[in-house]
């Protein structure tokens, strides 16, 4: 009864059929390549950011204290109470969850080739064998962060629309357009960078006309979504983050926070000068304003560590003063951090190593440690499956656990792919890092044969502008908005990605499209 209902439905659907089937080998290598990686790295990554994700999941399991905090609001913590309230241990479930959710999202990008390209048997299986085996995604999978979620939802959506838009039949199109809205509201309420994409796919909405489709209750839903995407975020971290942007653009001169300045001028005044190479030093200044005092900051800096609305002020000033001064550099430095960004090599694959999460481990358990010590609550236990009323165990035995099998052949087959595979997905060749400033500028660097390709690939995505043309758009901005306010990061390149790899394609399908019409016969 089931298999005459499921072959039903894709009679129905013959789209969604063809974009099963192809996915197949896709499928099939991305489920070996998880399997191998959770088989010696069975326990998800609990990385720096971690904490703040779960410890919703933890205080509402352990006390019945519900808060979410601002910064990190709304889905992902939500999300991690189910995980957490599972037998055995909530690391292992999000690790193969994860990895789950990772490898179901094969089907959108499928999707979205079946349905955009003409000849989409011929780029359909490269295409998702790409993204199936691409480490950056694999490894966002591993980790307690809202990014596995982030970048699903984000493929989804973009399937969603693509579905939604090609529909001729307006009561239809309005039925799928649910498909599109869910993950774009998962998308958008996993974190706030994902708001950066709203005005590309806002002038999407405007370039299908999408009002002569649309009703009045989905014009509601998206202006609700919107409305809600407005209270996802820290103020606090978006001043420190706006900050660290803007650092090399500190006005120290003028009379407008004097003391902070006087005390700031030898700390700043190299990173001044070197504007060209803030993108390789962006870090110190990171580090620094996150918490003046532990990196034994001047005595006023020091001091904002305890006044964290003083703080928040102060490094809202002095980032719009350099900003308002310097509105051209603020862009440039944008743009080196985007640019920087790019290049898939740019990813460490060295944390697929058996060794590198003990490693890690260890500082987080001496902190864990000691707070228990103190009587204070932590999350380690919970997450690790551990008593919480008890004593941590040995380092030695925790380490054991997330690293059971090292060195051996599933571990060497996937470092074996990954750290191949991060070697070709570079879009231009940065100056060396050791340069000095003023041979390190972004624009000195040389776009590679991949660069070119991707560049005549956006533009051509004009001609697939119902589908892909939309996001792109979507993926310019959100790049636009995200590398002005962030670090140096493949990771939140990552979401763009999604809609380049597809785009890739485009010159070879209209090539394939225009060699098909000219060996066709008039009539």
């Known amino acids: 009864m089931f298999t005459t209902r499921v072959r039903a439905f894709f009679r ?13 080998p896709a499928l099939l290598f991305g489920f070996v390549l998880r399997a191998l990686f959770l088989s010696y790295h069975p326990y998800a990554y609990w990385g720096s950011d971690s904490r703040s994700y779960f410890s919703f999941a933890h205080m509402l399991l352990s006390d019945g204290y519900v808060s979410l905090d601002e910064k990190r609001r709304y889905l992902y913590p939500m999300l991690m109470v189910p995980v957490s309230a599972l037998p055995d ?57 809202g990014e596995a979620v982030f970048f699903s939802a984000f493929l989804w959506a973009f399937a969603g629309w693509v579905a939604w838009a090609a529909q001729r039949d307006p009561a239809r199109s309005r039925r799928i357009f649910w498909c599109f809205f869910v993950p774009l509201a998962a998308f958008l309420l996993t974190k706030p960078s994902g708001r950066f994409a709203v005005p590309g796919i806002v002038l999407g909405l405007v370039a299908v006309r999408a009002w002569r489709v649309l009703d009045w209750r989905r014009w509601l839903a998206i202006g609700l979504l919107f409305a809600v995407t407005l209270t996802v975020g820290s103020k606090k971290q978006a001043a420190w983050l706006l900050y660290v942007a803007s650092f090399p653009l500190t006005q120290l001169d003028t009379p407008k926070h004097a003391e ?128 919480a009323r008890a004593p941590l165990p040995p380092i030695a035995d925790l380490q054991r656990r997330i690293s059971p099998a090292p060195g051996g052949w599933a571990e060497r087959a996937v470092l074996g792919w990954v750290n ?22 972004i624009f000195r660097s040389r776009i ?23 996001w792109v758009l979507a993926a310019f901005s959100y790049l636009a908005g995200v590398f002005l306010v962030s670090l140096v990061s493949p990771r939140y390149f990552a979401p763009a990605w999604l809609v380049f790899l597809p785009v890739l394609f485009v010159p070879l399908d209209l090539a394939v499209r225009a060699l098909r019409r000219k060996n066709t016969p008039a009539s």
């Not at 003409?118 to 480490?135: D, E, F, K, Q």
């Open 260 to 387: 902070y300045k006087a005390e700031l001028r030898a700390y700043a005044e190299p990173y001044v000068r070197g504007l060209d190479a803030y993108y390789l030093r962006d870090e110190g200044p990171f580090k620094f304003l996150e918490s003046p005092s532990e990196e034994n900051g001047p005595p006023l800096w020091a001091k904002l560590d305890g006044d964290a609305q003083k703080k928040r002020a102060l490094y809202m000033d002095l980032a719009l003063e350099g900003i308002r001064a310097r509105p051209g550099d603020f862009l440039y430095l944008g743009a080196q951090r985007l640019i920087a960004s790019a290049n898939l090599s740019g990813f460490r694959t060295g944390r697929f190593e058996s060794g590198y999460y003990p490693g890690k481990l260890e500082r987080l358990h001496r902190e864990a440690a000691q707070k228990l010590a103190e009587g204070k609550s932590v999350s380690i236990p919970m997450a690790f499956g551990l008593d």
């Open 89 to 145: 241990t909530p690391l292992k479930w999000l690790a193969f969850f994860q990895h789950a959710m990772g490898l179901c999202a094969v089907l959108p990008l499928a999707y979205i080739a079946r349905r955009s390209f003409h000849a989409w048997r011929w780029w359909i299986v490269p295409l998702t064998l790409c993204y199936a085996g691409m480490p950056l995604f694999l490894w966002y999978e591993h980790e307690l962060l």
């Open 448 to 470: 590679t044969v991949l660069g070119w390709w991707l560049i005549a690939s956006l533009g051509l995505s004009a001609f697939y502008w119902r589908s892909l043309g939309v």
């Open 12 to 24: 129905r659907h013959p789209i969604l059929r063809d974009a099963v089937v192809w996915s197949v």
């Open 420 to 441: 191949a595979a991060g070697t070709v997905g570079d879009v231009v060749l940065l100056p060396p890092k050791d340069a000095p400033p003023a041979a390190a500028g």
